[in-house]
């Protein structure tokens, strides 16, 4: 198979990208103008997201995420991001959502999930796109926030929120002091993942899986500065959502070029590509895809291999995961021999 890396029906997938992140500029200027918000300093002249490191990135991504006040101003921007995915060829996506942002702008955690739902069950109807939600908490809001967070999912359980995860500023806060809140998600059976080894190194990730048990660990790439934790990856199983253009925009690799995931992946990681906050970092998932294929001479089947691990490592039930597969399988022996 010698499809093109761009070809927009090779299938793809996504683990990794926070809605509020993924806010097109444009919406949060209508929003805000609808709302009577100050965005003064948001947005430049182009319209593009101000933000210089990765504190000022959270700070921009919090006032962001301060314009979406209703369910309909999620219903919108999930239908909008899942909708400009499945154009690129996506066929699911985890939408990691955060309560604490939306409680910030005043919405209650279940209008925030029927919100997210309704923008979910539209953009589903209209191509086919599966998608599931990861709860968030955020690290440096502290423990009692974090376990806060799993109460409000435990409480009102919906059927599309079936995975917990960790966010926020990775140099503050020990893994172990969300021991806790992980333990209560696991127990209900939600799939667990972290940000790890993104910010801090490796010592980083070893805690995670220690005190967390995730199965899943968000970015990771410092990984590879200690061969002891590669190999803990490889052997555990541990997917690595990898966010190749989020790295290199926060200055956690100085370019594409010197970006760990080829070491990664051939160090026998699970890896998947991801883009984290997509308008953020000027990327996209198809562009995730595209860049890696053209920096790192993948082909279509490198990238085909980087969905299957994405569905393999899906916080979705078996059926899902199972119809998923098939969709891939199936493009694979259409476009055999061309
Ligand atoms: N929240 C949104 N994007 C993030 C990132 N790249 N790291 C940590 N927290 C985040
Ligand atoms: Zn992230």
């Known amino acids: 198979m010698v499809l093109k890396a761009e070809t927009p029906a090779l299938p793809k997938a996504e683990l990794h990208v926070h809605i509020e992140g993924a806010a097109p500029p444009a919406l949060v200027k209508r929003l805000a103008e609808r709302h009577g918000l100050d965005i003064d300093g948001l947005l430049d002249g182009q319209g593009r997201y101000v933000w210089s490191d990765f504190t000022g990135f959270l700070n921009a991504y919090d006032r962001a995420a301060r314009v979406f006040r209703a369910p309909e101003d999620y219903a919108d ?3 909008t991001y899942l909708l400009s995915i499945a ?7 985890e939408l990691t959502i955060s309560p604490d942002h939306a409680a910030g702008a005043g919405l209650s955690y279940r209008d925030y999930v029927a919100g997210l739902a309704e923008g979910i069950a539209r953009a589903r109807k209209a191509v086919g796109i599966e998608a599931r939600m990861i709860a968030i908490g955020v690290r440096h809001f502290g423990a009692r926030a974090v376990e806060q967070v799993v109460t ?5 359980p919906h059927p599309l929120v079936t995975g917990f995860g960790l966010a926020g500023d990775e140099r503050e806060g020990h893994p172990a002091n ?8 696991g127990d209900a059976g939600l799939g667990l993942t972290a940000h790890a080894g993104e910010f801090c190194g490796p010592e980083s990730i070893t805690a995670t899986l220690d005190f967390l048990r995730v199965g899943r660990i968000g970015h990771g790439v410092r990984a590879l500065e200690d061969r002891e934790v590669v190999a803990r990856i490889v052997e555990d199983g541990i997917a690595l959502e990898i966010c190749p253009a989020s790295n290199v925009a926060l200055g956690v690799c100085s370019n594409l070029r010197f970006h760990p995931v080829n070491h990664l992946r051939r160090a026998g990681c699970r890896v998947t590509l991801n883009s984290d906050d997509p308008p953020f970092f000027a990327t996209s998932l198809g562009a995730e895809y595209e860049s890696c294929a053209r920096t790192f001479g993948w082909k279509s089947g490198d990238l085909i291999e980087m969905t299957r691990n994405a569905v393999k490592a899906a916080f979705c039930d078996e059926t899902t995961r199972a119809r998923l597969m098939g969709r891939i399988t199936g493009f694979v022996s259409a476009n055999a021999g061309t």
């Not at 154009?87 to 996506?93: K, R």
């Not at 409000?152 to 009102?156: G, H, R, S, Y």
């Not at 969300?178 to 998600?185: C, G, P, Q």
Request: charge should be neutral; charged fraction near 15%.
């Open 77 to 79: 921007l999930a239908e």
């Open 87 to 93: 154009a690129e060829g996506a066929i699911y996506a």
């Open 152 to 156: 409000q999912v435990l409480a009102a």
């Open 178 to 185: 969300f021991a806790r809140a992980f333990r209560m998600a």
